[in-house]
């Protein structure tokens, strides 16, 4: 019952800050306008997320809904349209790569002015990009492959990188390498300088005011209350269908439903399986999917001395055969699949999900184990950190494969962590088994390759080149491929062979839905920027 009233009074407060920021608009958003008065005839979007933001600022936010508001303010040289395999120019006009695949010529359009009336040109480009790398935000690492860039005119910006990556034009459609206006972010204390990290001191101020070239500027922004956007006037493509966007926060699912059942918003983004059953033929709301790039898997620890039995690839093979996969996408909700190996449904090459109908294998299960000498069973822990991934609780996901270890005859000790204290080891490769889940830095599978021996995540599993010099090589190789045909078989490959030899279970691809008001297009779901809210209309 507390909690019921919590949600109310939450909700009263929420109502009355969309009432101040305007309302919805008496000829947009249409529906019921519950509390919410209508202000003149601006067309006016309500979201309610439940967001994990903590900057605005394009070199220092990492969170999937900072993606969001920062995409809908900036521009990048290129972007995602509608879906992960459509990369379109945005500011570039055009690129080409030479021979030896080290460098990046872009040609801008002409025209972009940003927010402020400044012009957008190849020096802005250059020094935004120079900023991120020298403030050493979490999203740097995205640029340590670049050794250089030169604007030798203010159409033209050349990268020139280490070695050949072709998912360098896919990573530059990240946040990280949006473009500022760099003589209003400068007055505002932000630097390209190398020690920008200790001497820049635009974030606050970036945090509430956009110096980009996106259809968007913040107009303002209550931390845990709510963002608000509204038009950019000197935005230089087509415009949006609305004049304001508000974000708001809202972290219980329950509050987000009351919210959308009367008529109160546009989007609801984080409703449970339950709320969404509720919502089941509701009139006037539409439930859409989101299909996640995000991963969970079972980490089987590669080091005898660290995972005992476990260690043995018999052993590692039998436990992926014994997994209830069918149930274990049950516990998760509808919608869900099992990866075949560590490359998600939705990028380049990845091959398609299990049939999992078959699962489990229990009698396949207990031979492999008996051929590796341990017929009789063993005892083991499985560490899971105590946090949700997509609506998924870890911990009851670690039960069931505790349950399903069991009928093979391996007793699973749960021990259940806060994740700071269990990513601990988990990166230092201590841990025998591990429940743990995964999302690419960026939307190509090149950034997958880390499962691979000898990569990040390999390594947390101590499956070192050695382990499988043959994979370690195809992951080389696939890496620097420029050939799309080629890079194509090579994930194969890579996957097909996964299939066999690996220290990990892939258990689901997370897919979670959302609510919106009938009617709205645009809305679907990009996991790079979560919504792309300049596309939203009605």
């Known amino acids: 019952m507390m909690k019921k009233t919590s949600s109310f009074l939450f909700l009263a407060a929420v109502l009355a800050l969309l009432s101040?920021?305007?309302?919805?608009?008496?000829?947009?958003?249409?529906?019921?306008?519950?509390?919410?008065?209508?202000?003149?005839?601006?067309?006016?979007?309500?979201?309610?997320?439940?967001?994990?933001?903590?900057?605005?600022?394009?070199?220092?936010?990492?969170?999937?809904?900072?993606?969001?508001i920062i995409h809908a303010c900036y521009d990048n040289l290129v972007e995602f349209d509608g879906s992960l395999e459509n990369l379109v120019p945005a500011v570039?006009?055009?690129?080409?790569v030479s021979d030896d695949g080290l460098t990046y010529t872009f040609k801008l359009r002409s025209g972009i002015r940003f927010a402020s009336g400044n012009p957008l040109t190849a020096a802005d480009v250059r020094w935004s990009i120079e900023r991120g790398i020298n403030i050493k935000g979490n999203a740097s690492f995205m640029a340590a492959g670049i050794t250089g860039i030169d604007a030798p005119d203010d159409a033209t910006v050349i990268f020139h990188v280490k070695e050949r990556d072709p998912s360098f034009p896919i990573e530059l459609a990240f946040n990280f390498f949006a473009i500022l206006d760099s003589k209003t972010a400068t007055a505002q204390g932000a630097t390209n300088a190398p020690?920008?990290?200790?001497?820049?001191?635009?974030?606050?101020?970036?945090?509430?005011?956009?110096?980009?070239?996106?259809?968007?500027?913040?107009?303002?922004?209550?931390?845990?209350?709510?963002?608000?956007?509204?038009?950019?006037?000197?935005?230089?493509?087509?415009?949006?269908?609305?004049?304001?966007?508000?974000?708001?926060?809202?972290?219980?699912?329950?509050?987000?439903l009351m919210m959308l059942r009367a008529g109160d918003v546009d989007i609801a983004f984080n409703l449970g399986a339950e709320q969404i059953k509720g919502l089941a033929g509701v009139?006037?709301?539409?439930?859409?999917?989101?299909?996640?790039?995000?991963?969970?898997?079972?980490?089987?620890?590669?080091?005898?001395?660290?995972?005992?039995?476990?260690?043995?690839?018999?052993?590692?093979?039998?436990?992926?055969?014994a997994l209830d996969y069918p149930g274990i996408q049950t516990i998760a909700g509808p919608g869900m699949h099992t990866p075949?190996?560590?490359?998600?449904?939705?990028?380049?090459?990845?091959?398609?999900?299990?049939n999992v109908s078959g699962y489990p294998k229990v009698a396949e299960a207990k031979a492999l184990l008996a051929e590796a000498g341990v017929g009789s069973g063993?005892?083991?822990?499985?560490?899971?950190?105590?946090?949700?991934?997509?609506?998924?609780?870890?911990?009851?996901?670690?039960?069931?494969?505790q349950h399903d270890l069991a009928a093979i005859g391996i007793t699973a000790e749960l021990v259940p962590e806060n994740i700071t204290i269990s990513l601990e080891t988990y990166r230092t490769g201590r841990q025998p088994l591990g429940l743990w889940y995964w999302s690419p830095d960026y939307p190509d599978n090149n950034s997958q390759l880390a499962f691979l021996p000898g990569n990040t995540v390999g390594l947390r599993a101590n499956w070192t080149v050695a382990g499988n010099p043959t994979l370690a090589a195809l992951g080389t190789q696939a890496a620097s491929e420029t050939d799309q045909a080629t890079r194509i078989g090579l994930f194969n490959q890579i996957q097909q062979t996964m299939i066999e030899d690996t220290p990990f279970a892939m258990l689901l691809q997370h897919t979670s839905q959302y609510a919106v008001r009938t009617g709205l297009t645009g809305a679907?779901?990009?996991?790079?920027?979560?919504?792309?809210?300049?596309?939203?209309?009605e």
Not at 92 to 96: I, L, N
Not at 524 to 537: C, G, H, N, P, S
Request: aromatic fraction near 8%; include cysteine; charge should be neutral.
């Open 20 to 68: 101040g920021c305007g309302g919805k608009s008496s000829t947009g958003t249409g529906g019921a306008t519950g509390n919410v008065p209508a202000t003149g005839n601006d067309k006016h979007l309500i979201v309610v997320v439940n967001p994990d933001y903590e900057s605005f600022d394009p070199a220092i936010a990492y969170e999937p809904y900072g993606s969001m």
């Open 92 to 96: 570039a006009e055009s690129y080409g």
């Open 195 to 256: 020690d920008a990290a200790t001497t820049d001191t635009a974030k606050t101020w970036l945090d509430t005011h956009a110096v980009g070239s996106g259809p968007y500027q913040i107009e303002s922004y209550t931390p845990k209350v709510a963002v608000v956007l509204v038009r950019n006037p000197h935005y230089w493509g087509k415009a949006p269908y609305y004049d304001k966007i508000t974000v708001s926060t809202v972290t219980d699912s329950n509050t987000q």
């Open 283 to 321: 009139s006037g709301i539409t439930i859409l999917d989101a299909q996640s790039l995000t991963s969970s898997f079972l980490l089987m620890n590669r080091d005898p001395a660290i995972g005992g039995p476990v260690a043995n690839p018999k052993v590692q093979k039998a436990i992926r055969l």
């Open 340 to 354: 075949a190996a560590p490359f998600p449904l939705g990028l380049l090459g990845s091959l398609p999900p299990v």
């Open 378 to 401: 063993f005892s083991t822990k499985l560490y899971v950190p105590t946090n949700t991934v997509v609506g998924v609780e870890l911990l009851t996901l670690a039960q069931k494969l």
């Open 524 to 537: 679907t779901y990009l996991e790079l920027y979560q919504l792309d809210l300049k596309r939203i209309a």
